[in-house]
């Protein structure tokens, strides 16, 4: 039951152990496309017909594309680049008994710690160099089994089946060497032939090396380190680049640090997409009042994955609307207004839908267990459109190994290039053409 998109997707997120290659991933997908990157620090000359795209600390990208006559509305699509990890702490070796090293780390995100232990490990992320000119990032990758964190063996804990509770700075440091080991970022250097002794920073991250999987009695179920959220920007992409020919003006955008709250200048809650579309509205030659105007024409889809019904706990889902793994996209309803859906814009999406021809299924949380939060609610803070928020059912939410359906993945895709090839225009009170 393997469908189209699924392996490129996995192939994209082992290609990506790090928040900054999943946007040098991106980059890359652009550039072939034939986009030109803007730099925020200059002047944009933008033409109808141009293709460009910009990125924020290493860590966010936006994409957008300019039609060659007047636009109705911008039509939006956005996702987060991050996810929950072990973060390297600055001078991270510790000594241990005069026989091995560990790594001190942080817990990046609200991770599940259990399925860290006993299982192959790397380390990725970018170190900052010295250079002729000032200082300069580059993408590091250990590209191997190198560190591993060692669970206490029974015998040690007969209650170690009965509940426990992790401690990060106890429990989660991972074994990196024998005693006399080099330093992590001497080594990271050295193996990705820079010179450890220009080496002034690091953002590094302990991530999950065992390989993706496709499985089941059909070949039904993928599993794969985060899925949650590279899948949706993937899809977000995917879309975006396929799709062509609507009178909205396409907006592809990746956030990085939603999973800590979305408070950085990379993140959805600060004002990098207001900033973009502002910069595009000026340099179209847009007034303020006419870009106002173009915002009330605008639709943003929030993606974000959801949960599926738990195979053994189907009593913490709501006892209706409960999506299964390859049931299709999920669109999120909330009465707290963690989701920005609501009747308009869930009417919206299933016109969508229908009109690209994918499944859709529906998410709401277990009335008396809470949910968490996304981006969309966050950006149109700053940006406010019309919203909604969809994404892939999956189980096993924020472990380092998680599990979705084969075939979701292409209808979130279809539904971005439905979404990218079309635009939004407010006909009435609460109506809504869509073409």
Excluded at 162 to 172: C, H, I, P, T
Excluded at 231 to 244: K, Y
Excluded at 366 to 392: C, F, K
Excluded at 401 to 409: A, F, I, K, L, V
Aim: overall charge negative; charged content about 20%; aromatic content about 8%.
């Amino acid at each position: 039951m393997e469908q189209a998109y699924d392996q490129e997707l996995l192939e994209f997120i082992q290609n990506s152990p790090s928040v900054y290659h999943v946007i040098a991933g991106q980059k890359q997908r652009l550039l072939e496309a034939g986009y030109r990157q803007l730099l925020e620090g200059e002047a944009w000359d933008l033409r109808p017909g141009g293709r460009y795209f910009l990125t924020r600390n290493g860590s966010a990208i936006l994409a957008f594309r300019v039609p060659e006559g007047d636009f109705r509305g911008f039509m939006i699509m956005a996702s987060h680049s991050d996810f929950p990890a072990l973060k390297i702490k600055e001078h991270p070796e510790i000594p241990v008994g005069g026989a091995y090293q560990k790594l001190n780390v942080e817990l990046y995100g609200g991770a599940l710690l259990a399925p860290w232990f006993d299982r192959p490990l790397s380390v990725a992320g970018r170190l900052f160099l010295r250079t002729a000119e000032g200082v300069k990032a580059c993408l590091v990758d250990a590209g191997r089994d190198l560190v591993l964190i060692p669970s206490l063996a029974i015998h040690m804990n007969r209650n170690a089946n009965a509940g426990q509770e992790y401690l990060v700075q106890r429990d989660l440091l991972p074994l990196y060497g024998g005693a006399e080991a080099e330093s992590l970022v001497a080594l990271l250097a050295r193996e990705n032939d820079l010179d450890p002794a220009d080496v002034l920073g690091q953002d590094l991250f302990v991530y999950n090396r065992q390989a993706p999987s496709i499985w089941g009695a059909g070949r039904e179920f993928l599993s794969s380190p985060h899925l949650d959220d590279v899948q949706c920007a993937f899809a977000s992409l995917t879309g975006f680049l396929e799709s062509g020919g609507g009178a909205g003006l396409p907006v592809h955008v990746v956030f990085d640090n939603e999973e800590v709250g979305s408070s950085t200048r990379q993140g959805a809650a600060s004002t990098l997409l207001e900033d973009t579309l502002r910069r595009i509205a000026a340099g179209l030659g847009l007034s303020e009042p006419a870009y106002l105007a173009k915002l009330a024409q605008s639709f943003l889809l929030s993606a974000d994955n959801a949960h599926a019904m738990h195979p053994n706990y189907p009593d913490k889902c709501d006892p209706v609307n409960r999506p299964r793994l390859g049931g299709g996209v999920v669109l999120k309803h909330s009465g707290s207004q963690k989701y920005t859906t609501d009747g308009a814009s869930g009417a919206i999406v299933q016109l969508l839908a229908e009109r690209a021809g994918i499944r859709l299924q529906t998410f709401t949380n277990h009335s008396d267990i809470p949910g968490g939060t996304t981006l969309g609610n966050l950006s149109v803070q700053h940006v406010p459109v019309r919203s909604a928020d969809v994404g892939i059912a999956q189980l096993a939410m924020h472990s380092p190994y998680e599990t979705c359906g084969c075939g979701d993945t292409a209808d979130l895709v279809a539904l971005a290039r439905a979404l990218f090839s079309s635009s939004l225009r407010e006909t009435g009170e609460e109506a809504y053409q869509l073409q």
